[in-house]
């Protein structure tokens, strides 16, 4: 991690009018610059850079921040590669981290890796546009799909001649390991010969070829389309260290800047599509690389814009994929983004639209797209007949894992009311049956990308429930992960002072059907060691008779007892300061702190965007993301009190999950004092949670 320290000074050193500057074109205005927005197309400049408070603000589309996210935002880099081109602009060493010689010397070595076989694409890509300059059949392949020399150009479109070693022509070795490694020479596996003997031949002959570059504009990989009739009609490259088709979008590099002036992305299918679409105006069209739309790539395109057209064929293969769109945008779905879906009739894909029938009829036609909430709602009730209260009962059942992936937030909220009119039923009625669930992940998805995927459990969390024949009591009421019930080696449960009701449930539950004598419902939290005596006092003896001569010397006295931060002030505490915890939460954690009650679940989901577009940062970054987003008062007052430079603790790791295990007990004596104040409590249920409370206090 780069200290934070170095992260102030770096900014203090830059002038973020020069490093804005070399992109924008700006003008001096009072004691302000302004220019063009590099973000949205604009007219007028309402971009503006303050050399006093080094940042920068866009008054039209509200993007803002310092130096390092201007990089972020504008290159599409993440935190560390900003930090370091910002760095080498300002002549400074950026500090080593934390990690070991060996950690670090195997990230160069991979780095280095990596910049040779983008290396080797790159040049594998100046031969294809060479050979396609001298091939008349490709040429005119390419402008009997209307395209011309320049928009050619733009995309770096090539050609791969019709034999078996053209690549041959291009690099002095044709044995050379890394064209195999990366998928540009195919290597014969037949064991019973040696590599030197095994044929190689080229993996691309005789098609128009288009590279594939991430978002720095490296070549990455490359798709080749046959110019006659042949099988595969489209051939991607392999995966390798460099090229992964679930996490890039064709065409990602070149719309960037069409994105930021249009407003918005448009997802297709093929590679022509975006091309042809980019030949009529329509710059900001990417495309998936012959596999389904990811949750990756979702989460990358709202790394450039807050809005998202998907566009499909209306047959049934093109809803079928917009079914899979929609479940894999869903977890990134708010009020404050805008994601629609646009079916073009069957007979057409988006390169024959528009070539057909004009730029201004596609753009009619994005116009008209479908927002999110009624392809939901279109997609659950689809063969389902709503007049039958069996069509609706299947209905919800289908709706309900969609619904679930959804953030919590208003979007959520309303499509619970809108599916509770449509299936005829009352808003509360659905809520509660909802409610308490845990939401199953929807169909398909996949591991969020901001962080790894959560390791196995190590071991099954207890059973927690009484034998029963009905069924649906043999499970636990609440999905804990096994983590839960781990040992936190040095440190306690007991070592962080929490009140049983802290996370606001109930004190322990009675059994239902059992009064509490008077004062029960008074329990107040008292430090360890202490004892509040009938007198109202802290005092120790016998019969009342205490020492009160200690008692005066206590400044103390008879002020009231200052309660321990509740559990979940702490876990946001902990995750402002220590960013790095993000990385062990898994689902059903990241679950339980989304559900935190008001300003908590709502600074919640704030850090978590952040994160996910811009990694585990210091405290010192984090810091100015909060004071820009005008959060930093609503963070001090979630995290129970002043927010400054955390000191080093070995320890963070293990008390995060003892809070962490405070928030589950918290969550279970809530639904269980719930159950014991019910007219008809179900015993079996309220026996099951206890179980599960006593276990996870005991673990």
């Known amino acids: ?414 499509l619970l009311g809108e599916l509770a009119r449509r299936a005829q039923l009352p808003d509360a009625e659905l809520q509660v049956l909802w409610a308490n669930a845990q939401p199953p992940a929807a169909p398909g998805s996949r591991p969020r990308a901001d962080r790894p995927a959560p390791a196995p459990a190590p071991r099954a969390a207890p059973r927690t429930s009484a034998p029963s024949s009905d069924g649906p009591h043999d499970e636990p009421y609440f999905d804990i992960p096994a983590s839960a019930y781990g040992d936190e080696a040095h440190v306690g449960a007991d070592d962080i002072h929490i009140p049983p009701d802290a996370y606001g449930a109930a004190p322990s539950p009675q059994p239902p059907g059992q009064g509490q004598s008077q004062g029960q419902g008074e329990r107040k939290w008292v430090p360890k060691g202490e004892y509040k005596g009938k007198g109202g006092g802290n005092w120790s003896g016998k019969g009342g008779k205490g020492d009160w001569r200690k008692r005066d010397q206590d400044p103390t006295i008879g002020m009231p007892l200052e309660l321990p931060p509740a559990p979940m002030n702490l876990a946001v505490r902990m995750l402002v300061l220590h960013s790095e915890l993000w990385q062990q939460i898994g689902e059903q954690d990241l679950q339980l702190l989304h559900e935190l009650p008001g300003e908590h679940g709502q600074l919640i989901a704030w850090l978590e965007r952040s994160l996910v577009d811009n990694g585990p940062a210091p405290w010192a970054v984090l810091q100015i993301a909060l004071q820009e987003a005008d959060l930093m008062d609503l963070a001090q007052r979630v995290s129970g009190g002043p927010l400054t430079a955390p000191p080093p603790d070995e320890h963070v790791e293990v008390e995060f999950r003892v809070v962490m295990r405070k928030l589950w007990v918290g969550k279970l004596r809530a639904e269980a004092d719930r159950i014991a104040r019910s007219p008809q409590p179900d015993m079996v249920r309220f026996q099951a949670l206890l179980r599960q409370i006593r276990d996870l206090e005991a673990a």
């Not at 490259?237 to 070149?254: A, I």
């Not at 689809?382 to 069996?390: I, K, Q, V, W, Y």
Request: net charge neutral.
């Open 1 to 414: 991690m780069i200290p934070p320290g170095f992260i102030q000074d770096l900014l203090a050193r830059v002038d973020i009018v020069d490093i804005v500057g070399r992109h924008v074109d700006l003008k001096k205005a009072g004691i302000n610059h302004k220019g063009l927005c590099p973000f949205h197309g604009e007219k007028s400049p309402s971009f503006t850079v303050s050399p006093s408070r080094q940042t920068y603000h866009c008054f039209g589309c509200g993007q803002h921040g310092n130096a390092v996210g201007f990089l972020m935002e504008h290159l599409g880099i993440g935190f560390i590669d900003a930090v370091k081109d910002l760095a080498q602009q300002a002549g400074m060493q950026v500090p080593e981290d934390d990690r070991s010689p060996q950690d670090r010397e195997r990230e160069k070595a991979q780095k280095q890796r990596q910049a040779t076989l983008t290396e080797v694409l790159a040049k594998a890509g100046q031969h294809y546009r060479q050979q396609l300059k001298g091939n008349p059949r490709a040429i005119e392949y390419l402008k009997g799909r209307g395209l011309t020399g320049q928009i050619a150009l733009q995309f770096g479109l090539g050609y791969a001649p019709d034999g078996w070693r053209s690549l041959a022509n291009a690099f002095p070795s044709y044995d050379d390991p890394l064209l195999v490694e990366t998928g540009m020479v195919i290597l014969q596996d037949d064991p019973g010969k040696s590599e030197a003997e095994q044929r190689r031949y080229d993996r691309f002959r005789d098609r128009v070829m288009f590279p594939i570059r991430n978002v720095l504009g490296e070549v990455i990989g490359f798709g080749g389309r046959v110019l006659d009739k042949g099988e595969p009609k489209y051939l991607n490259s392999p995966e390798t260290p460099v090229f992964h088709k679930g996490r890039e979008l064709y065409g990602l590099y070149e719309a960037r800047p069409q994105m930021r002036r249009r407003g918005y992305a448009l997802v297709v299918e093929g590679y022509m599509d975006v091309v042809a679409l980019a030949q009529h105006g329509f710059g900001n069209a990417v495309a998936t690389l012959g596999t389904a739309c990811t949750a990756e790539h979702v989460q990358k395109l709202f790394r450039f814009t807050e809005s998202v057209v998907f566009s499909f064929d209306g047959d049934a293969a093109g809803r079928r994929a917009a079914g899979r769109a929609l479940e894999a945008a869903l977890p990134h779905a708010n009020e404050t983004r805008t994601i629609k879906f646009l079916f073009l009739p069957t007979e057409h894909d988006p390169d024959s639209y528009v070539r057909e029938l004009g730029a201004d009829a596609f753009e009619r036609c994005v116009e008209g797209a479908v927002p999110l909430s009624r392809q939901l709602m279109e997609t659950a009730a689809d063969g389902c007949d709503l007049g039958t209260p069996e069509g609706r009962a299947k209905m919800l059942s289908v709706a309900k894992p969609l619904w679930a992936a959804l953030p919590d937030g208003l979007l959520k909220r309303q």
